[in-house]
């Protein structure tokens, strides 16, 4: 059974930075396809990153292009999400999610094309 654990969240100012880490139990790590998303109270889950199975192709939503960047380490099973220039807007609950299926370089952005998760991170921006 796949199990993704995430670490890294916390209290943060504006301007400042966290990098959140993913850990992915089972043996076919390296084969999956990653993603970052997260969740602000009454909205709905949205896109932040992806990464290719290689670490290949990497793609951020606009509203974190140039401040995040999402990583992964094969060795230890783990996908990272470094973010930058915080600010209060950021301030959700980030999931990480692995894919079962690799479509090569083509980016998975929506919830539907991921099969696990996460139980999720806080991340709070103040002011």
């Known amino acids: 059974q796949v199990q993704l654990v995430e670490s890294g969240g916390g209290l943060v100012q504006a301007g400042g930075s966290l990098r959140l880490s993913c850990v992915v139990s089972?043996?076919?790590?390296?084969?999956?396809?990653m993603g970052w998303f997260r969740q602000a109270p009454g909205k709905e889950r949205e896109f932040v990153a992806f990464?290719?199975?290689?670490?290949?192709?990497?793609y951020c939503a606009d509203s974190v292009k140039g401040r995040f960047t999402i990583s992964r380490d094969n060795a230890k099973n783990t996908v990272y999400l470094q973010m930058n220039s915080l600010k209060p807007e950021d301030t959700a609950v980030y999931y990480c999610a692995a894919a079962r299926t690799s479509q090569g370089n083509i980016v998975k952005d929506t919830t539907q094309q991921y099969d696990y998760w996460g139980q999720g991170t806080q991340v709070t921006v103040s002011a």
């Open positions: 089972g043996r076919t790590f390296m084969s999956y396809p």
């Open positions: 990464i290719s199975w290689s670490g290949g192709r990497t």
